[in-house]
């Protein structure tokens, strides 16, 4: 996920709340509850933090508009922020492997659509989870269980996912550029090697879509069946039930697809194709 254009997209519409607003800068920061000097960095776009996940919702429910607009996941402002009030926060530090279980459960016979922060998880090799985790400071050894569950889940019967990324996040990968530029290039290869083999395996069942990033953006998040909505936020997940809220995220998945570059059947192809330098 590019930060610096998720901080771009959130400083435009919280600018455009701003004006709206008519407020003082006083004014509009204390009703969402950050301090002045915090919201003129946040409008000045010399950052790419994002307020905490509990500043984005009262900012949404103060101004009528809903979490995806003001992140950029829908265009339309849609429904009312005061029905994000379903909302809940749930870490991923400590159980994040069995709230993971529990939401795929509870969706189980219903399809799963994926958006993922890079290379799927279930797709991952357990030297690419490490080489993540080290530089991020977090749990490997959690990751590749949380990996281990997700591929066994959709290897089993009558499992059904579809999964949306830009292409250029494995043109990335293949490049060894951005995070990946201290990942060797053996490692690179046996990764989309591993990734190729998965495709190929769980096709039909799992269908992995490739866009094109310049013309569309997502952040990552997943959508259990009619159960809920998980956006990944770092170390914690935002949680939407609201059934509004679920079926505009649907649509959203639905036009990244209407968007794919390369579609499921060819994306184990595509994958091979990438020149790992």
């Known amino acids: 996920m590019d930060k610096r254009r998720l901080a771009d997209i959130f400083r435009s519409r919280l600018e455009a709340l701003f004006e709206r607003s008519r407020q003082s800068q006083s004014a509009f920061a204390q009703a969402v509850g950050v301090d002045r000097s915090a919201l003129s960095l946040l409008l000045s776009g010399k950052t790419t933090r994002l307020p905490r996940v509990e500043t984005l919702l009262l900012i949404a429910e103060r101004h009528n508009v809903t979490l995806d607009w003001l992140l950029g996941v829908s265009e ?3 429904v009312t922020g005061a029905m994000l009030s ?3 926060i749930e870490t991923s530090e400590d159980d994040g492997a069995s709230l993971l279980m529990r939401w795929y459960a509870e969706a189980a016979g219903t399809k799963i659509r994926y ?10 090799t357990t030297d690419v989870i490490a080489y993540e985790a080290s530089a991020s400071h977090q749990n490997a050894m959690a990751q590749v269980e949380d990996a281990v569950f997700r591929l066994d889940y959709n290897r089993a019967a009558g499992t059904d996912m579809e ?8 043109e990335q990968f293949a490049e060894g550029s951005g995070i990946w530029s201290g990942l060797p290039k053996r490692t690179r290869e046996a990764q ?3 990734m190729t083999g998965l495709i190929d395996e769980l096709y039909p069942s799992f269908r992995l879509f490739l866009f094109d990033g310049r013309e569309r953006f997502s952040i990552p998040y997943t959508i259990f069946g009619s159960t809920r909505v ?6 914690m997940y935002l949680v939407l039930n609201s059934a509004e809220t679920i079926r505009t995220m649907q649509m959203q998945f639905e036009g990244l697809i209407r968007h794919t570059r390369v579609h499921a059947h060819e994306a184990a192809q595509y994958v091979r194709s990438l020149h790992v330098k």
């Not at 958006?115 to 991952?124: G, H, N, Y």
């Not at 998980?230 to 170390?235: K, N």
């Open 76 to 78: 339309d402002e849609g």
């Open 86 to 88: 379903s909302g809940t």
């Open 115 to 124: 958006v993922p922060a890079r290379i799927p998880d279930l797709l991952r």
């Open 163 to 170: 999964s949306c990324m830009p292409f250029q996040t494995l």
């Open 192 to 194: 989309l090697a591993h």
């Open 230 to 235: 998980a956006v990944f936020a770092g170390q």
